[in-house]
T-cell receptor
Framework: AQSVTQLGSHVSVSEGALVLLRCNYSSSVPPYLFWYVQYPNQGLQLLLKYTSAATLVKGINGFEAEFKKSETSFHLTKPSAHMSDAAEYFCAVIGKTGNQFYFGTGTSLTVIP | GAGVSQTPSNKVTEKGKYVELRCDPISGHTALYWYRQSLGQGPEFLIYFQGTGAADDSGLPNDRFFAVRPEGSVSTLKIQRTERGDSAVYLC?????????????FGPGTRLTVL
C-alpha cells in the first residue's frame, strides 16, 4: 500500500525566510513522489516530481525536494519565501497500479510580510 | 493552451436529488481521472479512464456514483440520491496517457453542496 503523511497542517514563515514543508511516504514498491500546489479557487498545479532519477529534484518557482530513502522522506524546500507562495501544498505518491495518486492532507503555507 | 475545465463550478442540491458534473480534459489526453476533496483533506481517487473505458473504478464509494466517457474526451460524473456526506469538491485531471510518471493536470473543481 502507498500513503504519504504531511507533518504540519499549517506553516507560517516570514517573507525571505526558508520554506520547509515535510512529507514522509510509505510504499510497498519504489515510489514516485509529487508535490502539487493549490491556490485559492484554482486547480492543483504540479511543482515537481521524483521518478527515480536524480534524488534532488528542482521544480517551478524556486522549489526543490530531496528524496531520502533512508528517511522515507520527500520534503519540499525553498530558500526564500515570497508572498506569492502562500497556498496549500500537497504531497502525493503514485499507487502501485500507476492509476491513482494518494495525497497527503495538505499543508497551508502563510507568508508573513 | 486550454487546461482542464469543469462545469459547473458550484452546484447546490437537495438531499436525494441527482447531479451530473462535467469534465473537459486537455485535448489529446487519453487518460482522465476523478478525485473527491473533502474539507481539510487531500484529494481522494474515485475513478480512472483510459480512452472510453473505466480502467479502475475502485475509488467509487458506492453504487450511487457512476462516471462515463462515451467518446474518450468529455467525462460526466453522476451521483444518484445525493447525501449530505457527498458534499465536497470534485476534481478532474487528465494526462497524455496512462503512466506512473505522467503529470496529471487538474481542473479547478466543482464544489458540490448537498443540503
Amino acid at each position: 500500500a502507498q500513503s504519504v503523511t504531511q507533518l504540519g497542517s499549517h506553516v507560517s514563515v516570514s517573507e525571505g525566510a526558508l520554506v520547509l514543508l515535510r512529507c514522509n511516504y510509505s510504499s510497498s514498491v519504489p515510489p514516485y513522489l509529487f508535490w502539487y500546489v493549490q491556490y485559492p479557487n484554482q486547480g492543483l498545479q504540479l511543482l515537481l516530481k521524483y521518478t527515480s532519477a536524480a534524488t534532488l529534484v528542482k521544480g517551478i518557482n524556486g522549489f526543490e525536494a530531496e528524496f531520502k530513502k533512508s528517511e522515507t522522506s520527500f520534503h519540499l524546500t525553498k530558500p526564500s519565501a515570497h508572498m506569492s507562495d502562500a497556498a496549500e501544498y500537497f504531497c502525493a505518491v503514485i499507487g502501485k497500479t500507476g492509476n491513482q495518486f494518494y495525497f497527503g492532507t495538505g499543508t497551508s503555507l502563510t507568508v508573513i510580510p | 493552451g486550454a487546461g482542464v475545465s469543469q462545469t459547473p463550478s458550484n452546484k447546490v442540491t437537495e438531499k436525494g436529488k441527482y447531479v451530473e458534473l462535467r469534465c473537459d480534459p486537455i485535448s489529446g489526453h487519453t487518460a482522465l481521472y476523478w478525485y473527491r476533496q473533502s474539507l481539510g483533506q487531500g484529494p481522494e481517487f474515485l475513478i480512472y479512464f483510459q480512452g472510453t473505458g473505466a480502467a479502475d473504478d475502485s475509488g467509487l464509494p458506492n453504487d450511487r456514483f457512476f462516471a462515463v466517457r462515451p467518446e474518450g474526451s468529455v467525462s460526466t460524473l453522476k451521483i444518484q440520491r445525493t447525501e449530505r456526506g457527498d458534499s465536497a469538491v470534485y476534481l478532474c485531471a487528465s494526462s497524455v496517457h496512462r503512466g506512473n510518471t505522467d503529470t496529471q493536470y487538474f481542473g479547478p473543481g466543482t464544489r458540490l453542496t448537498v443540503l
